[in-house]
């Protein structure tokens, strides 16, 4: 299997992020074009008015946490990647997956049932990034031990 | 809390920060960590190092205080 150099690899995934952020503007902007319309019956005017505010808060916790991912990929970049910033960075990115999750549900009991199945893969995800930092947690507290070792 | 007094040791044998750093081997840097008691752990090589130095006993240098 091909390997990436780590330094490749890690402006490859701020690229993914940058397109991530442009796709996510892109949605904001079709968003009111793309959500279904119909004539009365369950998709009518007053329906969408409805659904369209929903549609844009659920974005909200998406860009928040490509932001995130930005800064701690730009840590990693610094070689700064056990530090209290990287913790902080991987919480707020698991409470947007948390929020996005309750967010997902909210949206399947009102609009889109579909939508129960993204709270499952943003909650399991929030889930993963937070066991991810508290293992990254204890981490940067064997760093400060081991640097603090005389 | 474990105490380090590094400089009470130092002050009573006239021994710099310099001096002892190049005695002991370890760089002023890390040093003055220790001296601050900033340090979370000292190595027993260190420690050694320090008493053979200061000509003084492990005690000497730490000492054990009630947390307030």
Redesign the interface.
């Known amino acids: 299997m091909p390997k990436i150099s780590k330094n490749a690899s890690v402006i490859l995934s701020l690229v993914c992020c940058g397109i991530g952020f442009l796709g996510l503007i892109a949605i904001a902007v079709l968003l009111p074009f793309a959500l279904p319309k119909g004539n009365g019956g369950p998709y009518d005017g007053q329906y969408i008015g409805r659904m369209l505010p929903m549609s844009y808060l659920m974005l909200v916790p998406v860009g928040v946490a490509d932001g995130f991912l930005v800064k701690l990929l730009l840590l990693v970049r610094k070689r700064q990647v056990f530090t209290d910033k990287a913790v902080s960075c991987l919480r707020t990115i698991s409470w947007c997956c948390f929020l996005e999750a309750g967010l997902c549900v909210l949206s399947a009991i009102l609009y889109f049932r579909i939508h129960l199945a993204l709270f499952f893969v943003a909650g399991f995800l929030g889930l993963v990034l937070r066991v991810v930092k508290n293992v990254i947690e204890e981490a940067v507290a064997l760093k400060?031990?081991n640097d603090?070792?005389? | 809390m474990i105490e380090v007094n590094l400089d009470v040791m130092m002050a009573r044998r006239r021994m710099s920060l310099n001096e002892l750093s190049d005695r002991v081997g370890?760089t002023v840097a890390?040093?003055s960590?220790?001296k601050n008691n900033?340090?979370?752990?000292?190595?027993f090589s260190?420690l050694d190092a320090i008493c053979r130095e200061l000509n003084c006993a492990p005690g000497d240098i730490l000492e054990y205080r009630e947390e307030d």
């Open positions: 400060a031990e603090f070792t005389i | 370890i890390n040093l960590i220790l900033k340090a979370k752990a000292v190595r260190t």
